[in-house]
């Protein structure tokens, strides 16, 4: 190993360097958005045992009650894809956050659960992810993302002895998805669809555009049938609801910029649970 190419070429096998130089990012960029690193390789567990793992980074401001539970994924020339239909490209200013809200008089918590939340920034929204050699029957953003809801929801239940301390009534989780790959919005007629071979022409009018950060939202969690049933009960939407989570996807060179703009808006309080 006295090559210093091939220790370089080893290093560069892994996901290693840029989990690092994401968190050196956010260290160095403090001024911006006043987050520090709360820690690195956090390791998390279901209450069950049945799944495991290590949170990459978790981020905390130091001014509001927000943390940030990311994973950095490395994607080397190549850009993340994602589909909207034509004319539904909106920006979308809700997204699903962990909350733990805390009773400051009695010091506990009253409520830990997922919540849909207004906030800032506002940006597009998709529940389709393409990405260059990806298996369709394991679709890699989907993965990541419910990985990361799990480690996210761990995080937040362990993290109650620090909440209570601060005096403060709620805080927030959200999870966020970090790469080095160009994010691309794609926006597709489904009338231009095949029907016989499920594909678009090659010549159709696709209009792209790339973006800083989107939400990726769909369904990304089970539910315990007997805590979580009573939400959805009476309408056949809440189901769907229900199970949906948010991961923000963002563009590595905007994290800093993310980051200083996230505001909760505090009508969170009356979204719908």
């Not at 159709?204 to 769909?218: C, G, I, M, Q, Y």
Request: negative net charge; contains cysteine; proline residues 4%.
């Amino acid at each position: 190993m006295d090559d210093q190419s091939e220790i370089a070429k080893l290093v560069n096998g892994s996901g290693f360097p840029f989990q690092i130089a994401v968190a050196d990012l956010v260290k160095r960029t403090k001024q911006h958005h006043d987050c520090r690193v709360l820690f690195t390789e956090h390791s998390w567990r279901t209450p069950g045992g049945d799944d495991s793992g290590f949170i990459d980074i978790v981020v905390a401001s130091t001014t509001m009650p927000y943390v940030f539970v990311i994973e950095c994924k490395r994607h080397l020339d190549a850009a993340w894809v994602f589909l909207n239909q034509v004319d539904s490209s909106s920006e979308r200013r809700h997204a699903k956050l962990w909350v733990n809200e805390i009773d400051t008089a009695k010091g506990r918590l009253v409520r830990s659960e997922w919540t849909n939340a207004p906030l800032s920034p506002a940006s597009l929204e998709s529940a389709f992810c393409v990405v260059h050699r990806q298996d369709e029957r394991n679709p890699m953003l989907e993965r990541i993302a419910s990985t990361l809801v799990r480690a996210t929801e761990c995080l937040a239940r362990e993290d109650d002895m620090r909440v209570l301390s601060t005096g403060l009534d709620a805080w927030f989780y959200a999870s966020l998805i970090v790469t080095s790959a160009d994010l691309v919005i794609a926006e597709i007629d489904p009338q231009d669809i095949s029907l016989e071979t499920g594909t678009i022409p090659t010549d159709s009018d696709v209009r792209t555009r790339e973006v800083p950060f989107l939400r990726f939202r769909k369904q990304l969690s089970f539910l315990d049938p007997e805590g979580d049933r009573k939400i959805f009960q009476n309408n056949d939407y809440r189901l769907h609801y229900a199970k949906e989570r948010t991961v923000f996807v963002v563009q590595a060179k905007y994290l800093s910029r993310f980051l200083s703009e996230f505001q909760v808006d505090l009508s969170w309080r009356s979204a719908p649970r």
